[in-house]
């Protein structure tokens, strides 16, 4: 590490925290933050699977679908104030784009500019090759005759290589999470990749940060017990890291929001299984030790994270097509709406076992009493004055599910009084799973395109 990496403090910001996040954060974090870099974070497992999909139907798409209407958004004051980008917005197609992010750079006028597209986590035909058993259900992957998309989950590896190679913008495909925040912090501090201790206080950083604003509020706030102020100005955090790993997560001061304890503590167990060994392809993070601090209103200080040498193997996320979903939903409202929405599902339940209709799956759900925790939960509490009745299936064709939507919308007529506001649908089920995958089989790379 040289003098200047030993006493700076980098500046990372979380720019989205989904595909479909509020666009306004980021840039107001890439005009006023003082950043080094804003990283967008919008994968999930079914996103890449979709991205697939519209790849598969056109070559030039298969990206992040709003990534044009945020790189037009945030381009400008990032490249004007040297913020470096860093986001899995490539979805599917990578390379399509960086094309396009230097399409947009060009349009913009703004310059040279350095664009990297990271591949290498498209590993579809390694897994349909080799002999795989799914994690979550012990299935062989080789019976899913419909394979949509296999990605495994890449470490920070090529963002580091290409960010050292000159890269301003750093597009990739499937990189775990955290690893989109450990980058730049392994580039700019120099870290080794074997060094597990600091690598698992920078998944720390990168887990706090990937969720964008869940650290500053949102998906927090309950009124009257938690409240959190301005969420409509939701501000995305930010994450001053020293040297040492050492972080203060904060926010703009102008930002809607509230960065505490508490929304921190929140963060740091979303979607964590053994907090002793959170599996990432850079490490296997310690969380136990995890220490958290407000310094001052809305700054955090978060310490302690720790590490164990990473694992042989990356998760992959197997996506296949697994049959089909038919729905259909109608309300009632005013008295004895319930008693009436019941009747609704015997009604429907019947006449799905009269008509023959094949389902796998079948659910019968009243929203707003039973759907989300069952009788026993609802029992204690008063009638509503209003619900929607909900039945919904799978099944193994689509004209089977077709026939789930009709049978509720025939309630209109055929029902309890009053029924309305009916919807229905019927689509084909993209389900994901996992296989675990030898480190050997995958080549993370990148390629620089120019605007």
């Not at 974070?41 to 056109?58: F, H, M, N, P, V």
């Not at 998944?203 to 964008?212: N, P, Y």
Request: with cysteine.
């Amino acid at each position: 590490m040289t003098a200047t990496q030993s006493q700076r403090t980098v500046r990372i910001g979380a720019g989205a925290g989904y595909s479909g996040d509020r666009i306004e954060p980021a840039v107001e974090l890439a005009e006023h933050g003082a950043l080094d870099y804003l990283v967008f974070e919008c994968l999930a497992e079914r996103t890449i699977a979709i991205a697939q999909q519209a790849r598969s139907k056109d070559p030039q798409l298969g990206y992040d679908p709003l990534l044009e209407t945020r790189m037009k958004a945030v381009l400008p004051a990032a490249l004007r104030n040297g913020v470096r980008i860093i986001s899995n917005m490539g979805a599917a197609n990578p390379l399509a784009a960086a094309r396009k992010t230097a399409e947009i750079a060009r349009s913009l006028g703004l310059g040279e500019v350095k664009i990297a597209a990271v591949t290498g986590d498209d590993v579809l035909d390694v897994v349909r090759q080799g002999d795989f058993c799914f994690v979550e259900s012990g299935e062989r992957v080789s019976d899913k005759d419909r394979l949509v998309s296999a990605n495994a989950y890449l470490g920070a590896s090529a963002i580091i290589d290409a960010l050292a190679a000159g890269a301003q913008i750093v597009l990739t495909g499937r990189v775990a999470d955290p690893s989109l925040f450990v980058a730049p912090l392994i580039h700019e501090f120099g870290w080794r990749m074997d060094d597990w201790q600091t690598l698992g206080q920078a998944t720390v950083i990168g887990h706090l940060l990937e969720c964008a604003g869940q650290i500053t509020g949102g998906y927090f706030a309950d009124p009257g017990f938690k409240d959190v102020p301005e969420l409509a100005r939701l501000g995305f955090p930010i994450a001053e890291v020293g040297p040492d790993g050492a972080v203060i997560v904060t926010k703009l001061a102008q930002a809607g929001g509230r960065v505490t304890e508490a929304t921190c503590k929140e963060q740091l167990l979303y979607e964590i299984h053994d907090p002793q060994r959170y599996l990432q392809p850079d490490v296997v993070a310690d969380f136990s030790q995890v220490r958290v601090a407000q310094e001052a209103p809305d700054r955090v200080r978060v310490s302690g994270g720790r590490g164990t040498p990473r694992t042989d193997t990356l998760k992959v996320s197997v996506a296949y097509f697994d049959g089909y979903i038919g729905e259909g939903q109608i309300s009632y409202g005013g008295p004895g709406a319930l008693a009436r929405a019941r009747l609704a599902l015997d009604i429907v339940r019947e006449r799905l076992t009269l008509t023959g209709v094949q389902t796998r799956e079948l659910r019968f759900d009243l929203i707003g009493v039973n759907a989300l925790h069952g009788e026993t939960a609802a029992a204690g509490y008063a009638e509503p004055y209003e619900v929607r009745a909900r039945v919904a299936g799978r099944t193994a064709s689509l004209a089977e599910a077709v026939r789930i939507g009709n049978e509720v919308e025939t309630l209109y007529t055929n029902g309890p009084a009053g029924g309305g506001g009916v919807t229905k649908l019927a689509r084909e089920v993209v389900a994901v799973q996992s296989v675990l995958l030898p480190r050997e089989h995958v080549t993370p790379a990148f390629s620089m395109v120019e605007a």
